[in-house]
């Protein structure tokens, strides 16, 4: 079974504090993606990794940046959090070749900033 | 360019079908997928179809796609409580390397 983790479920940070998200996939899988997900609004991509150090903006990359030093791990980072990046991150990871593409997901991590 | 449309709610009676609709604009989707969200968990795929097909079923759910309309649905038969979630559609064109996601429908299921 394909497993995607993430390092923390809940998370509380202040406004202002830089914030690593990390997300561990553990089925060699060439991309991986950063959403956010808020009420109504659905799933939105912050950023996407075709392969190791390579990245590609979503549709809301600002305030974010993101690292894939290690094919197995994505990091989201967060500089200067602030109050509006109060939501539900999901990590998702997806198979190239040999797959009908479909991606898999964390658990997410429900991050509040105060 | 892409967009992927639900309804953001459904309410049904434990027992009865659920159909959970979709709307995409992308005529070049390869395959569709149908989500499902429990309470604070992530994704997890329930079903996918391939876009040469038009009907798939497994188990208590069926899968319609109607590729001259761009419409997806999802039918849940015999419809429990432990299926109250959200459900998200999604597509992927073949040649992008993301797939694009609706917005989610929550599905309650009442006794």
């Known amino acids: 079974d394909v497993k995607v983790t993430q390092s923390s479920r809940y998370l509380v940070k202040r406004t202002g504090e830089k914030v690593f998200l990390e997300c561990v996939q553990d089925m060699d899988h060439e991309n991986m993606f950063w959403y956010r997900q808020d009420p109504g609004l659905g799933l939105r991509l912050i950023y996407f990794?075709?392969?190791?150090?390579?990245?590609e903006k979503g549709d809301i990359p600002e305030g974010y940046s993101v690292s894939r030093e290690k094919k197995e791990r994505f990091s989201l980072i967060l500089e200067s959090a602030s109050t509006n990046q109060t939501s539900m991150y999901l990590c998702?990871?997806?198979?190239?070749?040999?797959?009908?593409?479909?991606?898999?997901f964390g658990p997410g991590t429900r991050l509040t900033v105060t | 360019g892409e967009d992927v449309e639900q309804s953001l709610f459904l309410s049904v009676r434990e027992g009865d079908s659920s159909v959970i609709n979709c709307t995409y604009t992308d005529s070049s989707s390869t395959y569709l997928y149908w989500y499902k969200q429990e309470p604070g968990a992530g994704l997890q795929l329930l079903t996918y179809?391939?876009?040469?097909?038009d009907m798939k079923q497994d188990q208590r759910l069926t899968v319609l796609l109607n590729k001259k309309d761009k419409h997806l649905s999802l039918r849940i038969a015999d419809t429990q409580t432990g299926d109250s979630a959200i459900y998200f559609c999604?597509?992927?064109?073949?040649?992008?390397?993301?797939?694009?996601f609706g917005t989610g429908t929550r599905l309650q299921v009442t006794l």
């Open positions: 998702a990871s997806r198979k190239i070749s040999g797959s009908v593409g479909e991606q898999y």
């Open positions: 999604a597509e992927w064109a073949g040649t992008a390397s993301k797939l694009t």
């Open positions: 990794s075709y392969d190791v150090k390579m990245k």
């Open positions: 179809i391939f876009s040469n097909m």
